[in-house]
């Protein structure tokens, strides 16, 4: 794994040498993503400077040195990531007469695009990748990210000069960056828990779409082109859904992802793999031990708080697949220690309370591999998230109420006060603190149908915009009533729209930069694109159904390790922030959302934010995640946006 920056200003307005200071500043504030090496590649004629960080990982020679040029000198390239069928692809390029000076898969990349064409090349990768490639004869630069947004690219273009970089502070290291504050995209921010792409914090920067390359030219607006849709690969999958038997599925999905893992599994340096003891990491675990003589590491961590602490159940399923298991209990001082650094790992504000635990496990794990699999995406290929099966029970049991009904019901939900419900719950055996927002949730269902009930499901802020002065009520990709709209079954539907927005910008984002942030690269073998085009062909049934969600993953895992060690609650990947908050962290948050301080700073409406305050100091409501949002954009404007 690597850090890639770099610009291009064919109008060179700087003296000699100011294209490779700018670039060397900017790749230098990459170094925790690359701390092996690094180097720059300037052309000043062109206008053109590549830099690149380097986590040594397969090929630990300088030969596997970035910036690299292709053996025929066309093509330069700084790229983050890895190509795990790279050898096939080199053998097929061999066979054409191309040579090779290292036994990297970067090379591979360059001579490829020299081979095929950068389209054609890109088509043929198996793996996560973020990189900039230089055609020095056409004098065009193309800037690519993988199928599915593992690996991040961000980029500017102001004035014909376009920055690029891995993370959002190598752009601000150019010394000619501006970055004023999006208001819109602080709004969705507020609402999502994360900054939606391609828009940024920032005003005219962006991400990068997961399966684009955006190509640029000397004095041409950037072309912005896909070379792979989630799209065309569900509605292939749904046209053409796996007509064979559930057993035959099963053996199918095992040897599917047993190759996925096995390809991952090669690395010039220490591997290991994240175990959280869930349906995920233990199938991924389960496979490398599986495809390996030696016993798999592996890394848990605990926490003593009831209700947060996985280290058990992982240890049970290390113990019964025989690998070399690490487990660390934190403190809940040390995980608390981590949030003044949070600004710093993840560069813009993020606000998905498993950020903390997620870097825990990459620092432990860091420790002892440089390269760790991990289960992330297993949720949004299968079928996992508790919203879908949710979705299914009450689709079951609306279906047959006739509109007049649901429209009397949803008014009948909305009009009992929210003060009651929590009474209610108080008193019935079994009720939830939250039963007044599952019957709201319900009531919006009812009037509104599937679509409004996933918007409203997925938003801390319903009106964050309101929240935000000068905003403006900017939509995101799932607010598009298009976006999915080619799915008739309406929890899959949902699983397409995670698969679009949250997994890139929320999930696979924390990943990137909480194992970045200790120089670990973490591999996400349930992601393959492969993996993701057999998924969208299985029927509904075996992903999501009542009771079991990720149906057939769960089959697979059947043969590796006894139900009884995996059956249990969904519990996440989370710390209590609900009690910190109330507790050892009520201080630091009170003096972030002070009502003076809110107005002095003009950008947060005040009173809104104190009302949530007082309910959740109170009890009256469980408000974590939306004051958690808050709380890290303001956390982060103090490190970024000082006054």
């Excluded at 990531?81 to 096939?88: H, K, L, P, T, V």
């Excluded at 049970?316 to 003044?340: F, K, N, Q």
């Excluded at 799915?487 to 698969?499: G, K, N, P, S």
């Amino acid at each position: 794994m690597c850090g890639v920056a770099g610009l291009f200003d064919p109008r060179a307005r700087g003296g000699p040498g100011m294209l490779a200071a700018a670039a060397a500043r900017m790749t230098e504030a990459l170094h925790h993503r690359g701390p092996d090496a690094g180097d720059l590649w300037v052309d000043e004629a062109a206008g053109i400077a590549l830099g690149h960080r380097r986590l040594s990982i397969i090929d630990l020679s300088p030969a596997g040195a970035q910036p690299m040029l292709s053996s025929c000198g066309r093509f330069v390239i700084s790229f983050n990531g890895e190509i795990y069928n790279f050898r096939a692809l080199r053998a097929a390029l061999e066979a054409t007469g191309r040579r090779f000076r290292s036994h990297c898969d970067t090379e591979v990349i360059l001579e490829g695009a020299a081979q095929w064409g950068v389209k054609a090349t890109l088509g043929r990768l198996i793996g996560m990748f973020a990189l900039a490639l230089w055609d020095r004869q056409d004098r065009t630069l193309y800037l690519v990210r993988d199928r599915l947004g593992i690996k991040p690219l961000y980029w500017q273009r102001r004035g014909g000069r376009l920055i690029f970089g891995s993370e959002l502070k190598a752009l601000r290291a150019d010394p000619e960056f501006e970055g004023a504050l999006d208001r819109d995209a602080l709004a969705l921010f507020l609402r999502l828990a994360y900054v939606p792409a391609p828009a940024t914090i920032y005003a005219g920067v962006k991400k990068l779409a997961p399966g684009t390359i955006l190509i640029a030219r000397e004095g041409a607006e950037p072309e912005l082109k896909h070379f792979w849709s989630l799209e065309e690969v569900a509605r292939e999958g749904l046209a053409h859904r796996f007509t064979g038997s559930e057993d035959e599925a099963v053996a199918a999905l095992d040897a599917l992802l047993g190759e996925a893992v096995r390809c991952r599994m090669i690395a010039d340096v220490p591997l290991g793999a994240f175990l959280s003891g869930g349906i995920d990491s233990s199938t991924v675990v389960a496979l490398m031990q599986a495809n390996n003589p030696q016993k798999v590491k592996t890394f848990t961590i605990g926490f003593g708080e009831a209700g947060y602490d996985e280290a058990p159940d992982a240890k049970a399923v290390a113990a019964h697949l025989g690998t070399d298991h690490t487990e660390l209990y934190v403190l809940p001082d040390h995980a608390r220690a981590v949030i003044p650094r949070l600004p710093e790992i993840y560069d813009e504000p993020f606000a998905d309370a498993s950020q903390i635990p997620t870097f825990l496990i990459s620092e432990l794990t860091r420790r002892h591999v440089t390269v760790a699999l991990s289960g992330d995406g297993g949720d949004e290929m299968f079928g996992g998230y508790n919203r879908y099966l949710q979705l299914r029970r009450l689709l079951t049991a609306l279906d047959m109420l006739p509109p007049a009904a649901s429209r009397a019901l949803s008014a009948t939900l909305r009009a009992v006060p929210f003060d009651a419900w929590s009474s209610l719950a108080r008193v019935l055996p079994g009720g939830t603190p939250l039963l007044g927002d599952k019957a709201q949730k319900l009531a919006l269902m009812l009037e509104d149908g599937s679509g409004a009930f996933y918007r409203r499901l997925v938003s801390h802020w319903w009106n964050a915009h309101e929240l935000v002065a000068g905003a403006a009520a900017t939509k995101f990709l799932a607010d598009d009533e298009a976006a999915g709209g080619f799915i008739a079954d309406r929890a899959e539907r949902m699983q397409y729209l995670d698969t679009i927005t949250y997994l890139p910008d929320d999930i696979l984002t924390k990943l990137d930069r909480a194992s970045m942030a200790v120089s670990l690269e973490a591999r996400v073998p349930l992601i393959d694109h492969r993996v993701a085009a057999f998924a969208w062909g299985l029927p509904s049934a075996w992903k999501a159904r009542p009771g079991a969600g990720k149906y057939l993953l769960r089959r697979v895992l059947d043969r590796y390790v006894p139900r009884r060690l995996i059956e249990r609650p969904k519990q996440g990947f989370a710390v209590p922030i609900d009690t910190w908050l109330k507790g050892p962290l009520r201080p630091w948050a009170e003096s972030l959302i002070d009502p003076a301080r809110l107005k002095r700073e003009g950008l947060l409406s005040p009173e809104p934010i104190a009302e949530r305050w007082r309910e959740h100091l109170t009890g009256k409501r469980n408000w974590q995640y939306s004051l958690w949002n808050v709380l890290m954009f303001q956390a982060w404007k103090e490190r970024w946006l000082p006054d």
